[in-house]
């Protein structure tokens, strides 16, 4: 007889050699958990447990049980949009593709952070397909000229973009998401606007605005590491100015920190400012690792992606790149800069500054998935714990979203979303990657291995 698969009906019990909660309590060993149509009853030592003769039982004795991963910062509603890909069938498009492969990577939660078309979002968020849940922002609003990006909405006058500010909302998006080309007059209008209807303002800034400008300016949370020039002295903002001027250039955002200690007192006043705003930071290393030290591709390491997600990552990458040409210089240092902004990402965590994970995909072309364990593995790297790390790619995203509890921590009260592993990733945080099951509200969206006979 075979074992079905958890459908996220009726009663389920997960048996689990050790069990993460995600929210920073200490891991359970001999752990059972407990859900009913989705969702999370009881979480406990086996020996408490009363398991209820009509559950699916789900056996991972032998392995780790976490959360189930939340990707921070995605850009996945593009590849539901015609604007990007007007000969491709309605009305996913390529999303599909990308969405299998985040759920094979155990990712059961997006934060997109803006496509051409809110419409896109409405539609990937109400199917029932078997993929993660999106929450997101629409179309990014942003000054002008404004970035190349299609779909996005701009304006220099504060009266449209609280406009916009209003449409969006009564349209139900979970935050608005503004861009580089945004003055200050107009940032101030979209915060206070944004704040009276209850939504969070998401800031890739950094161009006309600064990041700590931005901050106290009302922004939320940070999106990448936009936070440089400002703190540069004298002969840095000389050296900088005498940098060729790219101003789309991918490059261009981070050639600041060739110049800044991150252990240096500039650093840490900033992270004063962060901390004072209760600023979020969703640093995106793995973007930034892809534009600074290497090709952008991460490895697979046996768990490939479906057929055609390359290609689709590479479609949109081409017609959404605007990356000017790198010198030899700026190859030669790129790994510099990359370190010291891990450097900085890992002090600001020390202090208090409350870190998300999100890889960008598919940006950089980092790939959809595995994008988020390369984001946790330099998280790691730069000397964030694995814990601290799984969290930032769990209950840390749900709390940004205003969803504490609802997802990303494995208690009573929340979706039955969880990834069983086969090793340890607070021993070894690339551990993640060794996926045997994947449920989102207890309906399995992927596993590695065959039902039991």
Known sequence: MTTPAPDGTGRLAVLAGTLVPGDGRPPLTDAVLLAADGRITWVGRRTGATIPDDALVLDARDGWVVPGLVEGHAHITSFAAPAYHPDAPPPFH?????LDAFARWGITTIRDTGGPELRALRTLQTHTGPWPRLFGSGPNLDGRPGGP????WKTDDPAEAVEFVAREADAGVDFIKVYAWMTA???????????RRGLKVAGHVGHLVSGLEAVRLGVDALEHVRIGRELLDDAGRAAVAALPVRPRDAMAD???WRYLDPDGDAVGAAIDVLLEHGTWLTPTLAVHEAILGGTGHDHDHGHGAPDGVAAAIGLHHDATSARGEASAEDRELGPVELDRICRF????HAAGVRICAGSDTPSGSVPPGSGVHRELELLVAAGISPAEALRSATSRTAELLGRTGSFGSLVPGSEADLVVLDHDPLADVSATRTIRTVLRSGRQ??????AAA
Do not use: C, I, N, Y
């Not at 990006?149 to 996005?152: A, D, L, S, V, Y």
């Not at 990402?345 to 600001?348: I, S």
């Open 94 to 98: 390529d999303a599909p593709l990308l």
């Open 149 to 152: 990006w299609k779909g996005m």
């Open 185 to 195: 007059d107009v940032l101030a209008a979209v915060t206070e606007a944004s704040h």
């Open 254 to 256: 981070t050639r600041a």
């Open 345 to 348: 990402v890992a002090r600001a």
């Open 445 to 450: 969206l992927h596993t590695a291995v065959p």
